[in-house]
């Protein structure tokens, strides 16, 4: 019996300490950057319409699929009339939304409504026949499903840019005095992030962000701005546990830098942001500035 609960207690010490390591900084061992699925799953805001005219219209046993995925024959609105030729790539998207739109924090509404539409990435085809009009292509890379109605576009290659070294994470960085943002949304309508998570944040290239930078995130302390309630005054004060002789404002308190993200994607007035590290969960509503 003893012996049990001895490797028991080294199992779970063992578990934390993988745990532990798994959420440390790691030093990276050359250069790395985000893989293919990051990448090109990521999706994007725009504010800007993004071209429609061609269309993934069906697919093969459409008399009982509803979607298609990678393997699959699908159906274009495209063909020979359109110039399309066997070998063509191209990237298929459609509009997404929170199916419930409640808001996680005051303001997401008006901010995500500035930044324009959310676009889901549902993976890649290529043509393997052309007909006068339609062209039939494989699924060659799914993000998740296809659907009728899923607009298709030529397939242009995303930047994979290099990772910085995750060990220099500052949990205590000072401001760095550049563009000040919200984390507004995520993929998937997710509103809690971590490391591997995308958010979507209202900063792009009309303020200069590119491809490759890096955004740090952080907190003020007693924020009421979240949709879960919190008791007034936390930051100093909590009723039964205690408060200080004297009232800190957000303004008195140190902020919490909770992680970091590279830049992945960039629209006019959103830039898609790739999570690379959290010391703790990240919230929309949660602000971001240009390290």
Not at 82 to 105: C, I, N, Q, S, T
Request: proline share 6%; glycine share 10%.
């Amino acid at each position: 019996m003893r012996a049990n609960l001895a490797a028991l207690g080294l199992s779970i010490f063992l578990g934390t300490a993988v745990c532990s390591a798994q959420n440390a900084p790691q030093p990276s061992g050359g250069v790395v950057q985000p893989g293919y699925s990051p990448v090109n799953c990521s999706g994007f805001v725009t504010d800007q319409k993004v071209p429609d005219e061609i269309r993934l219209v069906s697919g093969e046993q459409s008399n009982y699929k509803i979607t298609f995925a990678r393997g699959d024959y699908v159906y274009l609105n495209r063909g020979q009339d359109k110039g399309v030729r066997v070998g063509d790539r191209f990237a298929v998207m459609r509009p997404d939304r929170d199916p419930l739109e409640v808001p996680w924090f005051k303001w997401q509404e008006k901010l995500l409504k500035a930044m324009g539409s959310i676009y889901l990435d549902a993976g890649q085809v290529r043509v393997v026949n052309v007909q006068p009009k339609v062209a039939v292509a494989e699924v060659i890379f799914s993000c998740g499903y296809m659907q009728r109605g899923d607009i298709v576009r030529p397939y242009v290659e995303r930047p994979a840019p290099p990772f910085k070294d995750a060990s220099t994470f500052d949990h205590f960085a000072p401001v760095s005095g550049k563009p000040v943002a919200m984390v507004v949304a995520g993929r998937d309508y997710g509103q809690l992030y971590g490391s591997g998570t995308t958010v979507y944040v209202n900063l792009g290239a009309a303020q200069n962000v590119k491809v490759g930078d890096y955004f740090r995130v952080f907190r003020y302390q007693g924020t009421l701005a979240e949709t879960a309630p919190n008791t007034k005054d936390f930051q100093y004060k909590l009723y039964g546990f205690g408060s200080s002789p004297t009232v800190y404002t957000w303004k008195d308190l140190p902020r919490e830098v909770l992680g970091e993200g590279i830049v992945l994607n960039v629209s006019r007035n959103s830039s898609t942001v790739l999570l690379t590290f959290s010391s703790a969960d990240i919230y929309a509503g949660d602000y971001v500035e240009l390290e």
